[in-house]
């Protein structure tokens, strides 16, 4: 793929486009890389999720460190944050200009509290990390810089590398008084999209979504001069969702083929529980291009695929809820991003679980 770096306007590259926890082999022997989307803007990046192989896509796509302004995490589900610490570890080479200011992390804060057990647990399971079960973004980067402490302070006493702090600037997303928001029931109550992020080239905005029992899990918009992006992380229909792509120019919305994925599993327990949860937590095509329609959005995208091997016929059905552009990227695709000006659809919203 050429280099993206001179290019001028905003456009999008799917780093990568399976979602899931696995690695998904094809019959020819090729597979999807971890969930990864670059926003580009007049040669700046964006990136949205650091799943498997994000750093390497990035290489592949032209995209260098130092072009690199923000990275937005939608949730701390391993395969949306599995490649950080090879982004903490591999930037601080990578990003070879003393002069460029840290890139800015915005991720989601603590849960809270462990989620529920599942229904179909026979036994109570035992928490990993118990003083700190579910830990935030802040929280993830400062244990993983601990943990790799020893390659760290090698590079920082030996080859004099600025340490990740310089590099990176993290923050958990503080959600706005009053919205509700409760960890078990009530995930992704009704408000209205709040800004995280702004510089001379993006205007990013955030809204919960729901993705139980993860939370809090949000989407991201991403407005600019030239076109607008909204990429929905992990959700079920969501009338938040929705609200924050209104009139977007391109969204990017998560698919699952429920029939596909519950083929896959063998044990039983495992099956009836993890299904639950796709079932509550995730959004088929067809879903997806409803979605889209009753959003107004100018085009679709259908990525984070699970199964990411299934044939491109499951992920078609969302054209038929849909009336405008789709998309099924492969990795390492550009999509245009172009003001539309798609007609808004007056209907009643899905609320979400």
Not at 225 to 234: C, E, I, K, L, W
Request: hydrophobic fraction near 40%; aromatic fraction near 6%.
């Amino acid at each position: 793929m050429t280099d993206l770096a001179p290019h001028q306007g905003t456009r999008v590259v799917t780093l990568g486009t399976a979602g899931g926890p696995r690695w998904w082999g094809t019959p020819d022997g090729t597979s999807r890389s971890g969930i990864s989307t670059a926003v580009v803007v007049d040669g700046a990046v964006y990136l949205v999720d650091c799943g498997q192989g994000t750093g390497s896509q990035l290489a592949r796509a032209g995209l260098r460190m130092n072009q690199v302004r923000g990275l937005f995490l939608t949730h701390l589900h391993s395969d949306h944050v599995v490649d950080l610490p090879a982004l903490l570890l591999f930037g601080q080479f990578e990003r070879k200009n003393a002069s460029a200011g840290p890139i800015a992390v915005h991720g989601p804060g603590r849960r809270g509290g462990l989620p529920p057990v599942s229904q179909h647990a026979t036994a109570t399971p035992q928490a990993v990390a118990p003083s700190n079960p579910t830990p935030g973004t802040v929280d993830m980067i400062q244990q993983l810089c601990a943990a790799y402490a020893t390659d760290i302070n090698d590079r920082i006493f030996d080859s004099l590398a600025r340490p990740p702090s310089e590099h990176f600037d993290v923050h958990d997303i503080a959600l706005p008084p009053g919205t509700g928001f409760d960890a078990d029931s009530a995930v992704a109550p009704d408000m209205e999209p709040f800004t995280v992020f702004q510089d001379d080239r993006v205007a990013v905005t955030a809204i919960l979504v729901a993705h139980p029992p993860m939370a809090p899990a949000f989407a991201f918009r991403f407005d600019t001069a030239n076109g607008s992006v909204t990429v929905s992380g992990d959700t079920a229909p969501c009338a938040n969702l929705e609200r924050l792509a209104r009139g977007t120019d391109l969204l990017l919305h998560e698919a699952i083929d429920l029939d596909l994925i519950a083929s896959r599993y063998t044990d039983s327990a495992m099956l009836k529980a993890t299904m639950d949860h796709h079932r509550r937590a995730h959004t088929t095509p067809r879903q997806a291009g409803r979605i889209a329609e009753r959003a107004g959005v100018g085009a679709l995208a259908l990525h984070h695929l699970v199964p990411a091997d299934a044939p491109r016929e499951s992920w078609l059905a969302a054209a038929e809820t849909f009336s405008g552009p789709l998309y099924i990227p492969e990795d390492l695709d550009v999509l245009p991003v172009a003001p539309a000006k798609a007609a808004l659809t007056v209907t009643t919203p899905e609320a979400c679980p």
